[in-house]
T-cell receptor, first 114, second 115 residues
Framework: DTGVSQDPRHKITKRGQNVTFRCDPI?????LYWYRQTLGQGPEFLTYFQNEAQLEKSRLLSDRFSAERPKGSFSTLEIQRTEQGDSAMYLC????????????FGPGTRLTVL | AQSVTQLDSQVPVFEEAPVELRCNYS??????LFWYVQYPNQGLQLLLK??????LVESINGFEAEFNKSQTSFHLRKPSVHISDTAEYFCAVRKDSGGYQKVTFGTGTKLQVIP
């Protein structure tokens, strides 16, 4: 399978714990995006990378959130001191240079904060 | 900033009946428009897009959408739905300008096809 992959698919954690999610984009896609999706809502933009550079961050991305893409390939999204309001589906997407208007989405990581 | 409104959160329809999923957008500049589909337990997939040219765009599985600038709409239609069309459909918009522009998604419409 050469699509976008995300790990883990599900994460249950206690309030106050730190969690880290991984996204592997489609090979050679130079743009990578993180979104958050809560029940009854569409995906909300969090941040995006072009190669290893993080070029835009949403105001939704509080200082407890950090994302990296150190080698311009996979990316990680870390949430520190999780809160119940962080419970959501975290989506990763990537797009190639040839078609920035199409984003290829992964299956998402569902986070539940107890 | 642009925004997208999908007024219908759920649309039940009988198999082989026609369907229209409504999408309206708001933007002060020209936009590109998209429909994404999310099948159960799968990631979002691009269904169709309007960038320029013909205002009527089609997907490979029989859906079509028409860009109507005067009504700021991009409704999705299919003349005859199949059980396999059961999914959640998201309308999305981004500014038509150079460089990276954020994509804004609507809240989604769940299409339930009834046998």
């Amino acid at each position: 399978d050469t699509g976008v992959s995300q790990d883990p698919r599900h994460k249950i954690t206690k309030r106050g714990q730190n969690v880290t999610f991984r996204c592997d984009p489609i090979s050679e896609h130079n743009r990578l995006y993180w979104y958050r999706q809560t029940l009854g809502q569409g995906p909300e933009f969090l941040t995006y990378f072009q190669n290893e550079a993080q070029l835009e961050k949403s105001r939704l991305l509080s200082d407890r959130f950090s994302a990296e893409r150190p080698k311009g390939s996979f990316s990680t999204l870390e949430i520190q001191r999780t809160e119940q309001g962080d419970s959501a589906m975290y989506l990763c997407a990537s797009s190639p240079r040839s078609s920035y208007n199409e984003q290829f989405f992964g299956p998402g990581t569902r986070l539940t904060v107890l | 900033a642009q925004s997208v409104t999908q007024l219908d959160s759920q649309v039940p329809v009988f198999e082989e009946a026609p369907v229209e999923l409504r999408c309206n957008y708001s933007s002060s500049v020209s936009v590109y428009l998209f429909w994404y589909v999310q099948y159960p337990n799968q990631g979002l997939q691009l269904l169709l897009k309007y960038l320029s040219g013909s205002t009527l765009v089609e997907s490979i599985n029989g859906f079509e959408a028409e860009f109507n600038k005067s009504q700021t709409s991009f409704h999705l239609r299919k003349p005859s739905v199949h059980i396999s069309d059961t999914a959640e459909y998201f309308c999305a918009v981004r500014k038509d300008s150079g460089g990276y522009q954020k994509v804004t998604f609507g809240t989604g419409t769940k299409l339930q096809v009834i046998p």
